[in-house]
């Protein structure tokens, strides 16, 4: 048995003693997605679920939970938390032939609605974070706020060309689908700031795993560029908090700045030291720290909103 599977049998035990497992659907006839679930989701025990939705949506690296293990352990007990693979990710497989953020958005958002979620942030890194800005573009019934780490709201052929100069590739899947096990190594040297060398059988386990739908993986990274002409800025309703790693070169602080700019008073900024794109995995401590403060204040909000949307008894 590999190290990756050894690895995810433990992790496994260790979510559902914390009350997360994995779980099923199938959106539609040959589309099957998996989730991480509260198990009082599964048991139909939550009816009147009291605790907020939070749903982590994972990079191209890792299916869900692996991106995300940290923070969904942290938060498990405040929060309905909910990580779901995308698409071609983990166990989610579709005969679908679309590849468009627009498809992950909507199948995504189809499958949160059949698990009974009505509203919920979003919490983003990198591709997970260009598909939750589309699900906050189309579903603002759905998405009450996002969380965005080390992403765009559109992968634009300008914020590509840039990205790909700083990290010295010629293309994404060059970059994210490596065929050897140094490009795995690559690839995680340059998602961190400072990532110790590990042993080549781990990189060759993750190697395997990128291997796993590779064509349609693929396929969804060349429908991820568009030309900056058919980009235009949304106009969002909700807040979002960009929580960015100092360090990171694919989407550096500067893109981070810009997208706070483009997003205009609904946007926040704030950034970890000593991190690179992948900081929740690098620095997940620091991350859920402020992650924590973030929803804190987000949950704060929404309870006043609904406090205040009923009259108060007037005092003698």
Known sequence: MSFLKIYKFLLHGVLKLAGIRPHTIEIEPGTIMNFWVPTETINNT???RKKPAVVFLHGFGFDGIL????????????YSVYVPD????GGSITD???RSVEFQAEYMAKGLRKLGVEKCTLVGLSYGGMVGFKMAEMYPDLVESMVVTCSVMALTESISNAGLERIGFPSWADFLLPVSVKGVETLLQVATYSFPKLPNWIYKDILEGIFIYRKEKVELLEALVISDKEFTIPCYHQSIYLLWGQNDEIFDLDTARNLKQQIG?????????????LVQLERPFVYN???KKILASIWSKERSHAIDAFPQPKKE
């Open 265 to 277: 008073e609904k946007a926040s900024l704030e950034y970890i030291e000593k991190s690179g794109h």
């Open 86 to 89: 995308f698409l071609f990710f």
């Open 289 to 291: 720290s402020h992650l």
């Open 96 to 98: 679908k032939t679309e």
């Open 46 to 48: 939550n009816t009147k």
């Open 67 to 78: 991106t995300w293990q940290f923070q969904a352990l942290a938060l498990a007990k405040e």
